[in-house]
């Protein structure tokens, strides 16, 4: 089961976000996070089974009008690297250290790109695509949502 520190974590990253529910399951227990307003909710019951969930990417309100243009035709020319998760964005595994990719390397499908940090842990976000990256569309710590668009790759 999740510790307080880690659901407090949680609560956190989902109120910097747009997403609107999350539900963590792990051995028969259950955390659910609502957000209504300025008011969630965290409920803990048993599980009977699990039941497979489906998420939707909800577009993100600071979003304008060009760049919601620019982002459809970047989308039918080029490949893009999603995150898996809601998370901090890291291009480097530390300060010190180069980012993993620029604009215009080159990457293969077992690349890693970059780190996505959630609840402490750092996980590395392969390319998943053979090709070359033509756009960085986050900043290094910028917080990041679910299905949300990090990098632009020309496939080969």
Same mark, same amino acid.
């Given at each position: ?15 910097? *976000? ?12 259950? $955390?659910?996070?609502?957000?209504? *307003?300025? =008011?969630?909710?965290?409920? @803990?019951?048993? $599980?009977? &089974?699990? +039941?497979?969930?489906? &998420?939707? #990417?909800?577009?993100?309100?600071? #979003? ?6 620019? *982002? ?9 690297? $999603? /995150? ?6 890291? #291009? &480097? /595994? ?10 215009? /390397? ?9 780190? =996505?940090? &959630?609840?402490?842990?750092?996980? @590395?976000?392969?390319?998943? +695509?053979?090709?070359? =990256? ?23």
């Amino acid at each position: 089961m999740l510790k307080i520190e880690e659901i407090r974590e949680i609560i956190k990253l989902i109120d910097q *976000s747009s997403i609107e529910e999350f539900v963590y399951e792990h051995e028969g227990s259950k $955390v659910e996070l609502k957000k209504r *307003s300025s =008011i969630q909710t965290v409920q @803990e019951q048993p $599980v009977q &089974a699990p +039941v497979p969930s489906v &998420a939707v #990417q909800q577009p993100t309100h600071h #979003q304008n009008k060009e760049e919601e243009r620019s *982002s459809a035709v970047h989308s039918d020319q080029f490949h893009q690297i $999603v /995150s898996p998760m809601v998370g901090t964005f890291y #291009q &480097a /595994s530390s300060p010190d250290t180069p980012a993993y990719v620029e604009v215009g /390397s080159e990457v293969k499908e077992d690349s890693i790109v970059c780190i =996505i940090e &959630a609840m402490k842990l750092f996980n @590395e976000i392969e390319a998943e +695509v053979e090709g070359e =990256i033509v756009e960085i569309l986050v900043k290094d710590g910028q917080l990041v949502e679910y299905g949300q668009p990090l990098f632009l790759v020309k496939q080969k």
